[in-house]
């Protein structure tokens, strides 16, 4: 037994669908800027002939469950939703192919990229990190996982409301990278391992929420989300 001097960190983990057992969370990957109309609304259009997918990723220890109130956090005055499609890894996958990709997808869920769009767009503009836009402590809201092992999506209507208004509304099949080449690219830069969850990006439609907003998305096929935004600390 490793002694330490403070118990460490808890394993993050989600509930799965139909399931004792809880899936364990290893990393978290988003894709940026992988729908046109959201790209075109940032001021960044993306040429999928001449571009590649790019990624972020945050800490798993912002990991947040659907259902859950958050403080709305600090240091911004522009706090945003970003509704996405989550997929979960359940096998390692090293430069695997678009061909079989579909091997190493456990499952999938609905997922929330809470952003502080001020903060990241002074540091995409200032060509600094997106860290402190974008790895918001419980910035990253999750559903329950629900099994799907080696099915892709390739269709289904994605959206989301805030206080009942709808916001983001939206198709899976209008994805510029779609899972499997989101996959096969993201597999050349690192061993993924069961556990990684890869946010696979957001739709038009991306607005500022304010305390007590609720926020509410789905996926078709997959579930449904919920956060509430609380107060300020
Ligand atoms: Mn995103």
New binding site residues.
């Given amino acids: 037994m490793t002694a330490y001097l403070w118990n460490p960190p808890a394993v993050q983990s989600l509930p799965v669908r139909g399931k004792a057992e809880r899936l364990p969370i290893n990393r978290l990957f988003?894709?940026?800027r992988n729908y046109h109309a959201h790209a075109v609304e940032m001021g960044r259009p993306v040429d999928k002939s001449i571009e590649r997918p790019f990624y972020f990723t945050k800490a798993p220890q912002t990991l947040v469950a659907s259902g859950a109130t958050v403080a709305y956090p600090p240091e911004t005055s522009n706090y945003h939703f970003?509704m996405?499609l989550v997929v979960a890894i359940g096998a390692p996958a090293f430069r695997v192919t678009r061909e079989d990709a579909h091997q190493v997808i456990y499952g999938y869920a609905c997922g929330l990229?809470m952003?502080r769009r001020d903060l990241q767009l002074v540091a995409r503009d200032k060509g600094r990190p997106w860290d402190l836009g974008k790895d918001v402590e419980q910035s990253s809201v999750c559903t329950e996982i629900v099994p799907m092992p080696g099915m892709v999506i390739e269709r289904g209507e994605i959206a989301l409301s805030v206080n009942g208004q709808t916001k983001q509304q939206s198709n899976v099949d209008k994805l510029i990278w779609n899972i499997r080449e989101i996959i096969a690219d993201l597999s050349l830069f690192y061993h993924l391992q069961p556990g990684d969850l890869i946010?696979t990006?957001?739709p038009e439609g991306v607005g500022a929420v304010v305390p007590g907003d609720l926020i509410q998305g789905r996926v078709e096929g997959v579930g449904e989300i919920e956060l509430r935004v609380g107060p300020a600390e």
């Fill in positions: 988003f894709v940026g970003e996405e990229d952003t946010y990006g957001t």
